[in-house]
């Protein structure tokens, strides 16, 4: 009976130094991100925005579009970066028909470094697809010190 008292008292003793240092040791593959939110009561238009250096590129991009108005007007939102390789203005993604809220999850990789990036969220008339007007959020550094790398200053 001791002996198994003493067999059960080791194993209890050699999980506690297995599972310790697992919990505590900090999550190492964590993606920096910057976020903002546009919008009004009406309208809103959120990213999250993953930077990673190597390759040069914006992964996972989250994206999130409400509209509440019964307006005549469809949301839409669409990525702009900066860097390298110049002003991109990234494919414009819209509300479906129908739906109040849309979730995307994407990347962007501009080849080349990416000096910011920012968002804009629009009201589109839904009858002509025409844009009325456009909202931008605030523009996004990498949340990283990434002064020694060499980049396209611009």
């Known amino acids: 009976m001791r002996f198994q008292h003493t067999i059960m008292a080791a194993a209890a003793a050699l999980a506690a130094l297995i599972v310790v240092p697992l919990a ?10 910057t976020s903002d939110t546009v919008g009004d009561n009406s309208f809103s238009g959120r990213m999250d925005i993953g930077w990673r250096i190597q390759p040069y590129r914006l992964d996972p991009i989250q994206i999130t579009l409400k509209d509440t108005a019964t307006d005549g007007y469809a949301i839409g939102t669409r990525l702009i970066t ?4 110049g002003r991109i203005i990234w494919k414009m993604r819209t509300i479906p028909s129908g739906q109040d809220t849309a979730t995307w999850t994407t990347y962007a990789a501009p080849g080349g470094y990416i000096n910011y990036a920012y968002f804009e969220v629009c009201k589109i008339k839904a009858s002509t ?14 949340p990283f010190d990434d002064s020694s790398v060499s980049h396209f200053q611009g």
């Open 24 to 33: 505590a040791t900090p999550a190492a593959a964590a993606t920096p991100t």
């Open 82 to 85: 900066y860097g390298e390789n």
């Open 129 to 142: 697809g025409v844009i009325a007007s456009c909202w931008s959020s605030k523009v996004m550094n990498a």
